[in-house]
């Protein structure tokens, strides 16, 4: 764990320092683009299955949540303009950065969840997935990065994430904490910048 710590803190206070202008060009465009705040805040599951708060740059309209579901398929109308840019080049994940800092999430580990979802994990599944710090990034975020496609093409999107994708999606969360290591973290990340310039 102290490897991994160090390994994120290296990465990601630099990566924080140098990015800054691309927070605030960001920050800018969505404030121009549509109504409410810069930052997007949710309530998911973390190291131990203790809550924390995700942040993300806003992509969708004020009070998205209330308006539909809690995940996003196909062309949602809820999506603002600025939020289909950030959104296609997963720059809305940006300020996780801040959830690594504070020690709430790593660079690489299973994407954190919406309690609703975790409580779909198989109870020995769940033990093995919140073992470890949730990620920005994993095998299932680079299988997945158009997730919102697929299920955009489901006809009933909730029901095939919970029957067909969640299932594969814990498949590579375990195959992860198996196999995790430090090297394997650098890799992932690599794969990662790799399938976004695809």
Do not use: H
């Amino acid at each position: 764990m102290l490897a991994k710590r160090c390994f994120d803190l290296i990465f990601t206070i630099p990566g924080v320092i140098l990015l800054m202008p691309v927070f605030l060009f960001i920050s800018i465009w969505i404030k121009l683009d549509s109504f409410g705040p810069v930052f997007f805040r949710q309530e998911r599951v973390g190291l131990a299955g203790i809550p924390f708060r995700i942040y993300k740059f806003r992509t969708m309209i004020v009070d998205a949540e209330r308006k539909g579901k809690q995940i996003t398929v196909g062309a949602d109308r809820r999506i603002t303009q600025s939020g289909q840019f950030l959104r296609k080049y997963k720059l809305d994940e940006l300020p996780q950065l801040f959830n690594i800092l504070t020690g709430e999430m790593s660079l690489v580990g299973p994407r954190p969840e919406v309690p609703r979802y975790v409580a779909e994990y198989p109870e020995e599944m769940r033990k093995l997935v919140l073992s470890v710090p949730p990620g920005i990034t994993d095998y299932a975020s680079i299988e997945y990065k158009d997730e919102n496609e697929i299920l955009g093409r489901a006809l009933d999107p909730e029901k095939a994430y919970i029957e067909e994708v969640l299932p594969v999606k814990l498949k590579y969360y375990i195959q992860y904490v198996q196999q995790r290591n430090v090297f394997l973290d650098f890799w992932l990340i690599i794969k990662t910048f790799l399938a976004i310039a695809r």
